[in-house]
């Protein structure tokens, strides 16, 4: 019972944070660069904001691009299940193969907004749909050479066990395996959340535009249901980054939930604050150069899979 009202906690603890992590990023952005920056909350506002607005649709539109957004939505409160949270309470599916749903979950959803790009008829949908897949033929490679890593290293490829392993392990910070597939994981995480220097979550300029460029023509709640699902996901690949390689410890006793509670939510702001200082020092790079940030991360996976065999 206490397990199942934990998951229950966690889950609606990641889907009401996550918009405010958005939100926290572009406030510490304003003020690394001398800017007042909008409010902690402007990312709920805009969703409220959005909710409440009427839908346009283009009359050349099909079904394709009415399913991704609540594919999107449905997906991302999926992975909030499959993830276990900050509570050690585990996931609410620990079935075997979590990384592989993981993966094919994340997969599933960017293949329909694709195709909801496509179906759009405009320019910049189509535009957007093709370098996104083409981004994430990239990303994926590293990814899954880093999760499975770890996971062979864990010896399991289900979350829950791979987390307890990176939390239980005290040799596992000081290995060399760590610092590399750290390194990768987040460069790869700067790619696959849509920021700076790979994307630009805040532009429109037909130029630069990636993800934006794919989600251009959606309005209204459908536009509010795939900003929140964006959101859900980078709350979702921070969490990983912090359960896998900056673990919270185990903390005992009656206030033992709060504390990783309050270590986890440090955490997650000071890894918000590094995203905001990279994104403040580093411009946007050109499309044609992204794949050289993205095969140098998948080079630090190939070497923490070689020290891990030597």
Not at 105 to 118: D, T, V
Not at 160 to 173: E, V
Not at 286 to 303: C, E, I, Q, S, Y
């Amino acid at each position: 019972m206490a397990d199942f009202l934990g998951i229950g906690f966690q889950w609606l603890f990641g889907l009401l944070l996550a918009p405010v992590l958005g939100g926290a990023i572009k406030l510490a952005k304003a003020r690394l660069q001398h800017r007042q920056g909008p409010p902690l909350l402007q990312p709920w506002y805009d969703l409220m904001k959005l909710f409440r607005k009427r839908m346009v649709l283009s009359g050349t539109t099909s079904w394709l691009f009415r399913v991704p957004p609540f594919l999107e939505i449905g997906v991302a409160l999926g992975l909030l299940l499959v993830v276990p949270g900050p509570f050690r309470a585990g996931a609410a599916f620990p079935f075997g193969a979590d990384l592989v749903a993981l993966l094919y979950l994340m997969a599933l959803a960017r293949f329909f907004s694709a195709l909801a790009g496509l179906d759009a008829g405009s320019a910049f949908g189509g535009m957007g749909s093709s370098r996104e897949m083409t981004l994430a033929a990239l990303i994926e490679p590293g990814l899954v050479l880093i999760l499975f890593l770890l996971g062979f290293k864990a010896g399991s490829l289900s979350l829950n066990p791979l987390f307890h392993w990176a939390a239980q392990d005290p040799g596992w910070i000081l290995s060399p395996l760590h610092l590399l597939t750290g390194v990768a994981y987040f460069m790869l995480m700067i790619a696959e959340t849509g920021r700076i220097p790979v994307d630009n979550p805040d532009t429109h300029l037909e130029l630069t535009m990636i993800h934006e460029g794919m989600i251009l023509e959606y309005s209204g709640p459908f536009l509010a249901l795939i900003n929140w699902a964006a959101w859900i996901r980078q709350y979702l690949f921070f969490s990983i980054f912090i359960q896998l390689f900056w673990p919270v410890p185990a903390y005992g006793g009656f206030p033992g939930p709060f504390l990783s509670l309050a270590d986890f939510c440090l955490k997650l702001a000071l890894v918000g604050g590094l995203v905001a200082l990279v994104e403040s020092l580093l411009a946007k790079m050109r499309l044609l150069k992204a794949p050289r940030l993205l095969w140098a991360a998948f080079a630090f996976g190939v070497l923490g899979l070689l020290t891990a065999i030597f």
